[in-house]
């Protein structure tokens, strides 16, 4: 991978010109905005995954729903098996399965209950969900580089090792590195929210300090809560799965992170199935999620909160494995500031 990265590095400014065109086009409303009918809230990022855009979604939503706003999600719907606008819950419950709506979505919605939906043009989306859940507060999913939709509130997350990681491929655009825009493309951010996952808070590297000057940022870590029966939906506490032998089962960007929390919990982290991020399990995958299981003579199976949501219609097959996932919230170091700032922006 290291080398076809090298091999691609030329086309890294191409990848750039058109980036910087496409900004260009915005800022100067050639492009134009198109306002709706609800306060809109934007959440995203300049990487490829892995900087916790879902978790901080759910926040939001979450945080919305108890201000009395009638908030709903909108995302297009990554990884989904269908095209076009596809309501996904009005509140209650979910219309669709995870195939037809993507995980992300599917995810958000058993964790918040609120309205939500998928459509690859956000502006259409937008409308339909508005007057189809009477929705007042719009949280849009994965929308930095998506610029069609005016927002109240622009919000970037970053996550913080990618930060302190100034290897020369890290920090470098598509389609060598992981950048899907500059650092000056932090300039279009209202708030800027530095994710520390599991780790201890860190100063941002003075080289980029200058991209974050005049910036309101905020901090957020994840807390492990418990692991969760992906059948049964039972839950069970941190300890219960002290030294365990398990079979760790991970479809997401960066698993390095769910991976040392589970070791933070004590749990043998050995035998590992890693695949490649928005995972489309099929009976292939759950045959082999199956042999390595027996042949690893595994506890139980532990894989993360995204990656159960799809697995859960395999429960036939894999009814006589114990399957949980672990339960990871985002927390804010300073909760009362931020929902203050977000009230205060959309109110506005």
């Not at 979450?62 to 095209?83: A, N, Q, T």
């Not at 839950?235 to 960066?254: D, H, I, M, P, T």
């Amino acid at each position: 991978m290291k080398i076809i990265r090298i091999i691609l590095y030329p086309l890294v400014p191409v990848y750039g010109g058109i980036i910087r065109i496409r900004n260009w086009f915005f800022d100067k409303m050639i492009f134009k905005t198109q306002k709706v009918d609800a306060s809109v809230i934007a959440v995203g990022n300049i990487t490829v995954g892995g900087s916790g855009k879902t978790p901080l979604v759910i926040y939001l939503s979450i945080m919305l729903k108890s201000e009395g706003k009638k908030v709903g999600v909108l995302s297009r719907g990554y990884g989904r098996k269908s095209k076009g606008y596809v309501l996904v819950s009005k509140g209650e419950q979910v219309l669709t399965s995870v195939d037809i709506c993507g995980d992300e979505i599917y995810q958000t919605v058993l964790e918040c209950g609120v309205p939500a939906a998928v459509c690859e043009n956000r502006v259409i989306g937008a409308g339909k969900l508005i007057k189809e859940a009477v929705v007042d507060t719009l949280v849009l999913d994965d929308a930095f580089q998506h610029r069609w939709i005016e927002r109240d509130v622009n919000l970037l997350i970053c996550e913080q090792r990618f930060l302190l990681n100034g290897s020369f491929m890290n920090q470098k655009l598509l389609p060598s590195g992981i950048m899907r825009e500059p650092f000056n493309s932090i300039k279009r951010s209202d708030a800027v929210i530095i994710n520390r996952k599991f780790s201890g808070r860190e100063e941002i590297p003075v080289n980029l300090s200058k991209y974050f000057s005049n910036k309101r940022i905020f901090t957020a870590y994840y807390v492990s809560v418990g692991f969760v029966d992906v059948r049964k939906k039972l839950s069970y506490g941190l300890r219960e799965f002290e030294g365990q032998k398990s079979l760790v089962v991970s479809g997401v960007a960066n698993p390095v992170s769910f991976i040392n929390a589970l070791k933070q919990t004590n749990v043998d982290t050995t035998n590992q199935i890693i695949f490649r991020d928005h995972k489309y399990y099929t009976l292939k995958e759950v045959q082999r999620i199956r042999k390595e299981f027996y042949s690893t003579n595994s506890h139980s199976v532990l894989t993360t909160e995204k990656d159960a949501v799809k697995l859960s219609k395999y429960s036939r097959e894999l009814d006589d494995i114990d399957i949980y996932y672990l339960k990871i919230n985002i927390m804010m170091d300073e909760p009362e500031s931020f929902r203050r700032f977000i009230l205060e922006r959309i109110a506005q």
